[in-house]
């Protein structure tokens, strides 16, 4: 982290650390002796004389996303935060700023991407879901609501049990209690399950365990609805 030490009477800048040198570019004797104001990197922030004086009554501040100007004209983002304390009978702030710019690039990436991931399952058209340890439904996308005509709403609120016919629910729990295990059925499942309205549904499902870290939290998987299909099969077979 860079760190200032202030006076905590005047502003005045009593050292500086070469880190704080080096992230901003300016030297040590552009730092010393300058209140925080009249430095480059602070100069246009003008809520600093605002700040300095909650400082000296809260004796403490912090911002989670700064901007500063280093001295070669470049923007990064820090994260400040002061605290007064004692030293001896003389009360100084301490500054730690911290540079934040490829922290919020990665922020900015992850929305991103997690953007692009909600837009690739709500526009499947398989249904794919995600299921807790306790059989709690977490997510489902819309595929999964038009299969079976529950709301996101309706589905959140139930359990993977409740759409499970009773005389489906040992051989359904076998299963799920491998993948539970961290073992991946590499081949899709045929599965029953009820829909709102009561009627049946045939689906192939591919899951898989759900981990947080290295422990496993649930399941997840990609259903299709093969209902026609079996269907099919079926009156193929009476024919």
Not at 88 to 115: F, M, P, S, W, Y
Not at 142 to 167: R, T, V
């Amino acid at each position: 982290d860079g760190i200032l030490i202030l006076d905590a009477k005047t502003g005045m800048i009593e050292d500086v650390n070469p880190y704080l040198m080096k992230m901003l570019g300016y030297t040590r004797e552009e730092f010393v002796k300058k209140k925080l104001w009249e430095v480059g990197a602070f100069r246009d922030i003008e809520a600093s004389k605002d700040a300095f004086e909650a400082l000296q009554v809260d004796q403490y501040i912090r911002y989670e996303d700064l901007p500063l100007k280093t001295k070669d004209g470049r923007l990064i983002q820090v994260e400040f935060v002061s605290n007064v304390y004692l030293v001896g009978d003389e009360k100084v702030i301490q500054c730690n700023i911290r540079d934040i710019t490829e922290h919020r690039r990665v922020i900015v990436a992850l929305r991103e991407n997690e953007k692009k991931y909600h837009n690739l399952v709500s526009q499947s058209p398989d249904g794919i879901f995600i299921i807790e340890l306790s059989g709690n439904i977490l997510t489902v996308n819309n595929a999964m609501c038009k299969e079976l005509g529950f709301s996101e709403e309706e589905f959140l609120s139930m359990n993977i049990w409740d759409i499970i016919p009773a005389h489906y629910l040992d051989q359904y729990r076998k299963r799920l209690t491998k993948i539970l295990e961290g073992k991946s059925l590499e081949e899709p499942a045929e599965y029953t399950v009820l829909g709102k309205n009561g009627k049946t549904h045939y689906v192939e499902v591919l899951s898989a365990p759900r981990y947080s870290g290295e422990d496993i939290v649930g399941f997840q998987g990609i259903a299709r609805d093969i209902t026609a299909r079996k269907r099919a099969e079926t009156k193929i077979r009476r024919q």
